[in-house]
């Protein structure tokens, strides 16, 4: 039982270039969640998906895409990089159930646009 | 979901409880409080979570006032492991999402 598991855990990209992050949970949890954090910031919203093929935006959606085909692949797609995304990414995910005992987080992906 | 309001940073002596406050005054009925924390840069990691009652877990207690108004994080023995940022936030039953804010900067001091 591996978690939550996040690849790459590092990456720098040039302005412009595009890339995926991947997230993928082995624990049957159907709601999974990508939030960033900035230096010195805490974590914020950027989607999330409560089943296969349903996402909504979160609070910072501008510059990102997600699909959710399975219900344990949940990958975050950049699209034109720029500094601004320069960021620390977290997927997570949680069962259904009302009372729950929290998320599940990844190790994270650290990355740099120049 | 209501906010949260805590301290920007505590200091804490090895051994002793490490007691964490959050105010979060606008809470409704249906919102839990949890509890996570944040080592270095690792993702969060959930500590406990509760509706009205105290809770206790193998991590810590979590107090909750009777009017719901106000929350307690409670380490009972603080350790240089405990270093960390504590994040408490409240979360509609139905909520899909958490919203974190700065959290509590912990210093476990030897």
């Known amino acids: 039982n591996a978690g939550v598991t996040q690849t790459p855990k590092f990456r720098i990209l040039k302005i412009g270039q595009s890339m995926t992050l991947q997230c993928a949970q082995d624990m049957n949890h159907n709601y999974m969640y990508w939030y960033r954090q900035d230096p010195g910031m805490g974590l914020k919203l950027i989607y999330y998906s409560v089943g296969a093929g349903i996402t909504d935006k979160g609070e910072v959606p501008n510059g990102y895409n997600v699909s959710r085909s399975t219900t344990e692949d949940f990958p975050l797609r950049l699209e034109l990089a720029a500094p601004s995304q320069t960021s620390v990414y977290f997927c997570?995910?949680?069962?259904?159930?009302?009372?729950?005992?929290?998320?599940?987080f990844g190790s994270g992906t650290r990355l740099t646009v120049v | 979901d209501a906010k949260t309001t805590q301290p920007p940073s505590m200091d804490c002596a090895e051994g002793r409880a490490a007691n964490l406050p959050c105010n979060h005054s606008t809470i409704s009925g249906n919102e839990y409080v949890y509890w996570y924390r944040q080592i270095h840069s690792q993702g969060p990691q959930y500590i406990i979570h509760?509706?009205?009652n105290n809770e206790t877990n193998e991590m810590a207690s979590l107090i909750i006032t009777e009017d719901r108004k106000s929350s307690t994080l409670i380490l009972p023995h603080a350790t240089l492991r405990d270093t960390a940022v504590y994040y408490c936030?409240?979360?509609?039953?139905?909520?899909?999402?958490?919203?974190f804010g700065t959290g509590t900067s912990l210093t476990v001091i030897p």
């Open positions: 509760g509706l009205k």
């Open positions: 997570a995910s949680r069962p259904w159930t009302e009372n729950y005992y929290g998320y599940t």
């Open positions: 936030i409240v979360r509609k039953g139905t909520g899909n999402q958490f919203y």
